[in-house]
């Protein structure tokens, strides 16, 4: 059993549909939690991080941390065809940045 | 350079040959990372350097795969002997901080590499 888990996708909504991507995991002992978008053929870059439990909003993304639950999402609100990318969740311990673990990715696609 | 850079972007090479691949990091960052992605599968950690030492090398799958870095800048991953398993994306990162938390790592483009 992989240590994170993430639906492969792809994942197709209209445009300005609200998106919901999760990801479970295994190990306790994880404390940062980490979404990053990927664009084919590009480095992931970093959308939002959150330290243990709760909820983060910036702009048209949310994120939720429920630990009981081992459980991640991230919600993209409004979604524009610019959206579409692999979305990548990342897990660490008490390290935080310095040894990702990383889902397999989903593939979401915004049509117009 | 504004952002890390690495080199190749694309490496193709025969089954047994060694290959060298390249990471710039952002100027400043003390901290540096390189992971593997391949295909179907997530980001893998390989290495992390704090200045030029690498405490932890934990990733490295085997000893074929070795990795240095000078001072507080480049780093070169090298794989000997390279077999068809290790066709992957080789991506590398940079941050400014080590140590609990730590802060934000930049990716780069990576290195698609490709063993035939």
């Known amino acids: 059993q992989k240590e994170v888990e993430q639906d492969p996708g792809p994942l197709s909504v209209p445009e300005g549909a609200i998106v919901s991507l999760n990801c479970t995991y295994s190990?306790?002992?994880?404390?940062?939690f980490m979404w990053y978008r990927q664009y084919s053929r590009k480095g992931p870059e970093l959308l939002m991080y959150?330290?243990?439990?709760g909820n983060k909003e910036d702009g048209r993304f949310t994120a939720q941390v429920d630990k009981s639950s081992k459980y991640i999402s991230l919600f993209i609100r409004d979604s524009q065809p610019s959206d579409s990318a692999t979305y990548l969740c990342a897990m660490s311990d008490h390290t935080g940045f310095q040894k990702l673990v990383f889902g397999t990715g989903t593939r979401l696609l915004v049509s117009p | 350079g504004a952002g890390v850079s690495q080199s190749p972007s694309n490496k193709v090479t025969e089954k047994g040959k060694d290959v060298e691949l390249r990471c710039d990091p952002i100027s400043g960052h003390t901290a540096l990372y390189w992971y593997r992605q391949r295909l179907g599968q997530g980001l893998e950690f390989l290495i992390y350097?704090?200045?030029?030492?690498?405490?932890?090398k934990s990733g490295l799958p085997s000893d074929r795969f070795s990795a240095e870095r000078t001072g507080e800048s480049v780093s070169t991953l090298t794989i000997q002997r390279t077999q068809q398993e290790d066709s992957a994306v080789y991506l590398c990162?940079?941050?400014?901080?080590f140590g609990r938390g730590g802060t934000e790592a930049f990716f780069g483009q990576g290195t698609r590499l490709t063993v035939v």
């Open positions: 350097f704090q200045g030029n030492s690498a405490p932890d």
């Open positions: 990162a940079s941050s400014l901080a």
């Open positions: 959150t330290y243990s439990s």
């Open positions: 190990n306790s002992a994880f404390q940062y």
